[in-house]
């Protein structure tokens, strides 16, 4: 019985790739002749003093905003928080002083989150991009499991396994093009050219994804997560407004791809 074909992202024995190019990120070796040589030859300008980063208070609407209204406010860097259908939804949260697996070293943040941590409205869907340090971060999944112990952590595969430890309790693990719906919002993962790693030999074990969200009354929010370029940019719009369309055509995404690339298929 010949097994079924694996989608081109993931890697034969397990894991994830780069399904685009063979080198989508660089190895060890490249990171190190990086340190060595571009950060002594052409070091880097000096950094602006954390005043010069205005900070305003945040607008967002507590508890929730009306279904009606769309509000985005950045938390910093990854981390945003967004009301959508009227659905309070977080993204990549980090509120650590470091991105880093210690306390004493790494980088470290310039200025304080957007919104305190304890100020956060409760709080509907977690998204989580990847694994990076700077992006998912042990203390902020603890706290945020512990004062928000209902919100549903959506994650790419494999990363359920980094959650549930520490606390969270509702976990959906999507694979790119997958869809989840929650309360008349549907999240879908989407591709991302990037990689995944918290350590040495894990290159590429968990996934990495963006997430496109739309909401019943026809809102939509695009998070891109972590990502370069890559072809399948001009997809992730796509499935969002015609995946009834191409559904009921019969298709399959595989045939949707080829379809698009092909762009005989146009979407408004």
């Known amino acids: 019985m010949t097994p079924p074909e694996l989608p081109s992202h993931h890697r034969p024995g397990g894991g994830f790739r780069n399904p685009w190019v063979a080198k989508a990120v660089p190895g060890f070796g490249s ?5 060595l040589v571009h950060r002594t030859t052409r070091p880097r300008p000096k950094d602006p003093d954390p005043s010069v980063f205005v900070r305003v208070p945040p607008s967002f609407v507590a508890p929730r905003a009306p ?5 985005v406010t950045w938390v910093g860097h990854s981390s945003l928080l967004v009301q959508i259908n009227g659905r309070n939804i977080l993204t990549d949260p980090m509120w650590s002083d470091r991105a880093s697996p210690v306390r004493f070293a790494g980088p470290r943040r310039w200025v ?11 709080l509907d869907v977690v998204l989580q991009s990847h694994n990076h340090y700077d992006h998912l971060d042990d203390g902020t999944v603890r706290r945020l499991a512990r004062a928000h112990p209902h919100a549903a952590w959506i994650v790419p595969l494999g990363l359920a396994s980094f959650v549930r430890p520490r606390g969270g309790r509702n976990l959906v693990e999507l694979d790119w093009w997958e869809e989840y719906e929650i309360g008349g919002l549907r999240v879908a993962a989407t591709p991302a050219l990037h990689f995944s790693s918290r350590g040495i030999g894990d290159r590429g074990d968990t996934l990495w ?4 969200l739309t909401a ?11 990502t ?9 719009g796509a499935p969002v407004r015609a995946r009834a369309a191409w559904q009921a055509a019969g298709l399959t ?9 092909g762009e ?5």
């Open 253 to 261: 995404r595989e045939g949707y791809r080829q379809l698009a690339h």
């Open 216 to 226: 019943a009354n026809g809102r939509r929010v695009f998070f891109a997560g972590d």
């Open 228 to 236: 370069g370029y890559h072809p399948d940019f001009g997809l992730i």
């Open 264 to 268: 005989t298929l146009v979407l408004d």
């Open 112 to 122: 304080g989150p957007g919104i305190a941590f304890n100020d956060l409205p409760p």
């Open 209 to 212: 994804c963006g997430f496109a």
């Open 31 to 35: 990171l190190l002749k990086w340190m």
């Open 67 to 71: 279904a009606s209204q769309l509000t």
